[in-house]
């Protein structure tokens, strides 16, 4: 996602210690601990991965391994990506499964955040072959603002509307990427957002702590500074809890 979590960079120098530090076996029996035992694994894309507006090689992408892209659609209620579609149709066009994410503006509407990202990503809803649910980024924000923008109370209640609004209007409950931390200490350590599918950034070589209320994860953003093939600037690594099989079924291939 945008690099903006400085507060959630400690531990980890470089996505092999990661690996190396990632496994444990115990009594004959494989227990997964980092990055390394969750084979498959995916990227999420915005402008920044394009310098100088160089596009991304898709096929290269599909042919590294991964399984799975998360493109950035929208942030707050006016503002579009300028890669959206084209990352969007690259991502299509080898296959890969996907889906869209908005990036939240605490101090906006929620309601008015969902209808600019619904109206965006158009027919992409999670429901298609290859498509996983659509995702809402809330997280703390950008360099030069106050980590939280707005209240505890309003922060939680703009979320809530944005995350019931695109389940209103798509018939899926959306994936919910954020950090513990972080709603600890912007929205009081609400436990409103637990019921959701989780994508947490935690850059460590151990699992996430779940959000308040929450009982785990399925997605781990787990650096942000991954090497693939095709693409032309460092990106975030992810990795899905479960097998390829699960993620197919998530994302309607059954």
Known sequence: MRK??????????????????SATVTAGTATAVGPGDYPVHGVDTSGHLHPHGKP????????S?????VVKATQGSHSVSPWFARD?????????IHTAYHYFEHGQDGVAQ????????????GKHPYELPL????????????????????????VLAFLNRVEEKTGISP??????????????????????????????????????GGTGWSFWQYTESATVPG????????????????????????
């Not at 391994?65 to 892209?69: D, H, Y």
């Not at 969007?88 to 890969?96: E, F, H, I, P, Q």
């Not at 460092?234 to 998530?250: E, I, P, Q």
Request: proline content about 6%.
């Open 4 to 21: 903006t979590r400085a507060l959630a960079r400690h531990a980890l120098s470089t996505v092999a210690t990661a690996l190396a530090l």
């Open 56 to 63: 991304i090689n898709w096929g290269q992408v599909s042919r």
């Open 65 to 69: 391994g991964q399984k799975f892209v």
């Open 88 to 96: 969007l149709a690259g991502a299509r066009s080898v296959k890969l």
């Open 114 to 125: 969902a209808d600019h990202f619904l109206r965006t990503v158009g027919k992409l809803n």
């Open 135 to 158: 995702v809402l980024d809330v997280e703390r924000q950008e360099k030069g603002k106050p980590a939280c923008g707005a209240g505890p109370g309003a922060l939680t209640s703009r």
């Open 175 to 212: 994936t919910l990427y954020s950090q513990k931390s972080f709603v600890d200490q912007c929205m009081a350590g609400t436990k409103a957002l637990g019921k959701y599918r989780a994508w947490l950034a935690h850059y460590s070589p151990t699992p996430p702590p779940a959000l308040p």
């Open 231 to 254: 693409i032309p600037n460092k990106v975030d690594g992810n990795m899905f809890k479960g097998s390829y099989t699960s993620l197919r079924h998530l994302a309607n291939l059954g």
